[in-house]
Nanobody
Framework: QVQLVESGGGLVQPGGSLKLSCTASGSDFAFFAMGWYRQAPGKQREVVATITSTYGSTYADPVKGRFTISRDNAKNTVYLQMNSLKPEDTAIYYC??????????WGQGTQVTVSS
């Protein structure tokens, strides 16, 4: 059973940057599609960005041009570089791992707060 651990959240001013990391246990990481999701208070969890095992990526419209998802299979880690952060980006950010479109695991989440 794969386990995911996120890190890198925090408090940042509008216009600032953060880089989130999600590290997976086990040896199957290279075969997983990985995704970053977020959930703001009172809202449903939504997809932010995804990256396949062959490095294809997709982004939600609100973050296109500001966020970049990447992965390092040697470190079993997926990253989310977030630039030009806005208050509406405030949420708990989660990563997940999928194999054959089946969710294998969710991380515990990391809080991102964008505020002056």
């Amino acid at each position: 059973q794969v386990q995911l651990v996120e890190s890198g959240g925090g408090l940042v001013q509008p216009g600032g940057s953060l880089k989130l990391s999600c590290t997976a246990s086990g040896s199957d990481f290279a075969f997983f599609a990985m995704g970053w999701y977020r959930q703001a208070p009172g809202k449903q969890r939504e997809v932010v960005a995804t990256i396949t095992s062959t490095y294809g990526s997709t982004y939600a419209d609100p973050v296109k041009g500001r966020f970049t998802i990447s992965r390092d299979n040697a470190k079993n880690t997926v990253y989310l570089q977030m630039n030009s952060l806005k208050p509406e980006d405030t949420a708990i950010y989660y990563c997940n791992a999928q194999k054959w479109s089946i969710v294998q695991a969710w991380g515990q989440g990391t809080q991102v707060t964008v505020s002056s």
